[in-house]
């Protein structure tokens, strides 16, 4: 009869992993908010900490199943939350960084047209068309840049989720047009949708698939 008994504490581990994902599903208002990757990356955790644990030799091993499925629960709880911190922290440094636009000059000769598709209501679908030669970078006013993705192309759209006013401006290598102002109206009193958080393992994920030039 196969003996499990070495693998025991990696057992332990992932169904700590499962209780800790479940009760995160279980409380959950509907249904649709069960995230499988978040849920993939708590086993991830727990698998991190039946490693580290096993560093302690005896202690762990020999302790009762309560004891060990309670140390495993309580661990994967604390790295769950350090990780995915830390690794949220170093993503929006990174996107910051990315996000800086270039600095240069303002040529007023750089034009743009603007037009929105449809209503003003966010999310509002906004097409910029360049009406000079050249222009290759977009600040769209709301913290979002952009590039087009073929030469010569002529139009970009960007999507405005938020209401408010912002600030256009096109680019030609370091020189900025002047700003053209998009309006962008709300439906009040509609809350504004909380931001996904992302767990370390997605963010990891992520990053490693960036290497690539993959999204």
Not at 33 to 48: G, I, P, Q
Not at 87 to 105: I, S
Request: charge should be positive; aromatic fraction near 14%; glycine fraction near 6%.
């Amino acid at each position: 009869m196969f003996d499990f008994t070495p693998y025991m504490p990696y057992i332990y581990a992932i169904l700590a992993g499962l209780v800790y994902a479940a009760f995160g599903y279980l409380s959950k208002t509907a249904q649709q908010d069960f995230d499988w990757k978040k849920f993939v990356s708590t086993l991830a955790t727990s698998l991190v900490v039946v490693v580290v644990l096993l560093q302690s030799g005896q202690a762990i091993t020999q302790a009762g199943v309560e004891a060990q499925m309670t140390a495993y629960f309580m661990l994967t709880v604390i790295f769950q939350k350090i990780l995915d911190a830390v690794f949220r922290k170093v993503e929006t440094r990174a996107l910051t960084q990315r996000a800086r636009p270039p600095q240069g000059t303002t040529d007023p000769a750089i034009k743009f047209s603007i037009q929105y598709l449809g209503s003003r209501i966010t999310p509002c679908d906004v097409m910029f068309t360049a009406l000079t030669d050249g222009i290759t970078k977009w600040s769209y006013g709301d913290g979002v840049f952009a590039s087009f993705d073929t030469p010569g192309q002529k139009t970009i759209l960007h999507t405005y989720k938020i209401p408010g006013t912002f600030q256009i401006r096109a680019f030609i290598g370091w020189v900025m047009s002047e700003p053209m102002e998009v309006t962008i109206l709300g439906i009040a009193p509609n809350p504004e949708p909380q931001p996904v958080k992302k767990s370390w393992l997605e963010i990891l994920i992520a990053w490693f698939f960036g290497l690539f030039g993959k999204k």
